[in-house]
Each structure stands twice: as structure tokens, then as C-alpha cells.
């Protein structure tokens, strides 16, 4: 685990959180990005629920779409973002902390960093999109 991290492992879960007072998976992204990289990420606050995931899953589509996220074809590198499928929709995110690594908040559990390459995260890995900024950034 690398030092950033630390900085969020244990936040709450919080549906539509998008602070340190709790976040949900994308909350999270956006409070990483914006405390780490300096980087702000649109809300996506577009569903009702945590549970509405045909909803999330056209905000997951629609985000991955836009000039803003790369996919990524090779290894993953640290802030990464790796989409998920739950069910036979894309509604989870994590954050790469490295290649397998992921720093993520699901369900009622609080922000931790577990292993995408295995356990329950391993068959439902859709994509990973590195965002552009950083691309351009690596480039200087």
C-alpha cells in the first residue's frame, strides 16, 4: 500500500458521499482525485439510489465514453480508475493503487484497499480508464 491511501482507508460509506464525512465508490474517486492529483471529477449524482443500477450503469457508460477517460490496455498504474460489474451491469469503481490493487467503498463497508486479480472482484472486471490529465501529465 502506498502512503495516499492511507489517507482514505476507513472512510464511512455514505450513499451519494462525495467527502470525508463518508463516500460511495465514485464519491471516492472524486475525493482522491481532488485531495491527491488536484483533479475534479464531475458528481455523476444522475440516480436515486445505490440501488438503482441500470441507472449507475448508464452513468458508468456515459463517463467512460467522454475524451476525459482513456482506456487502458496495458498494466494499471495508481489512480486508474477499474470498473466493475455487478450483476450483468457496470455500477462499481476503484481506484488502482497499483496493478491488482484497488482502493474502493461498497455496501455498508468503509473505504479499504483489496485485490482486484482474485476473490469476488476478478471475473467482473470490465475495463480500467486512466484520465487524461494524467496522460498529459506523464507526457511533460
Not at 65 to 73: D, H, Q, R
Amino acid at each position: 500500500m502506498t502512503d495516499w491511501t492511507n489517507r482514505f482507508v476507513g472512510l464511512p460509506f455514505v450513499e451519494f458521499g462525495r467527502d470525508r464525512d463518508g463516500c460511495d465508490c465514485w464519491g471516492l474517486a472524486c475525493l482522491a482525485y481532488r485531495e491527491e492529483l488536484q483533479i475534479s471529477l464531475p458528481d455523476y449524482l444522475g440516480y436515486s439510489s445505490v440501488d438503482e443500477h441500470a441507472e449507475i450503469a448508464a452513468l458508468v457508460a456515459g463517463a467512460t465514453a467522454m475524451p476525459m477517460w482513456i482506456p487502458v490496455t496495458g498494466r494499471a498504474v495508481a489512480f486508474d480508475v477499474a470498473v466493475f460489474r455487478r450483476g450483468r451491469l457496470d455500477t462499481h469503481i476503484g481506484i488502482v493503487v497499483q496493478h491488482g490493487l484497488m482502493l474502493h467503498a461498497a455496501g455498508e463497508d468503509c473505504a479499504k484497499v483489496e485485490s482486484y486479480e482474485g476473490g469476488v472482484w476478478k471475473h467482473r472486471l470490465t475495463g480500467v480508464y486512466r484520465h487524461v490529465e494524467l496522460v498529459s501529465r506523464a507526457a511533460r
